[in-house]
C-alpha cells in the first residue's frame, strides 16, 4: 500500500503565497506522474498541475503564471508553489500519483487533501 501525505496548506491573504508538499511512502514500486487537484465548495475536483517523472509540466489556465510545480523523485516528493494566491485558489488541494505496484497493475493513489483559504 502507497499513502501520500499533504502538508503546507492553512489561511493566506489575497497576493500571499504558500508552499504544499505532498510525499508517498508505503510500498513503492514505480511512482510515474504526480499532480495536485483541487475541489472548492460545490464544485467538482479540478486539475491544478501535473508533473511527469522526467519533469514536463501542465497547468490549468487559472493557476499559470502563478503556481509552480516539482518534484523530488530521490523522496517521491511533489510541491506546489502558489504565489499571487486570489480568494477564488480557496479549496482542499489533493495529491495524485501515478505508478505501478509490484505486480505490474496501474495504481492511482490520493492523498487526503489540506485545506486552502484565501481571504480577500
Known amino acids: 500500500q502507497v499513502q501520500l501525505v499533504e502538508s503546507g496548506g492553512g489561511l493566506v491573504q489575497a497576493g500571499g503565497s504558500l508552499r504544499l508538499s505532498c510525499a508517498a511512502s508505503g510500498n513503492i514500486f514505480k511512482i510515474n506522474d504526480m499532480a495536485w487537484y483541487r475541489q472548492a465548495p460545490g464544485k467538482q475536483r479540478e486539475l491544478v498541475a501535473v508533473?511527469?517523472?522526467?519533469?514536463?509540466?501542465h497547468y490549468a489556465d487559472s493557476v499559470k503564471g502563478r503556481f509552480t510545480i516539482s518534484r523530488d523523485n530521490a523522496i517521491y516528493t511533489v510541491y506546489l508553489q502558489m504565489d499571487r494566491l486570489k480568494p477564488e485558489d480557496t479549496a482542499d488541494y489533493y495529491c495524485?500519483?501515478?505508478?505501478?505496484?509490484?505486480?505490474?497493475?496501474?495504481?492511482?493513489?490520493w492523498g487526503k487533501g489540506t485545506l486552502v483559504t484565501v481571504s480577500s
Open positions: 495524485n500519483a501515478g505508478g505501478i505496484n509490484r505486480l505490474g497493475i496501474p495504481m492511482d493513489y
Open positions: 508533473i511527469t517523472s522526467g519533469g514536463n509540466t
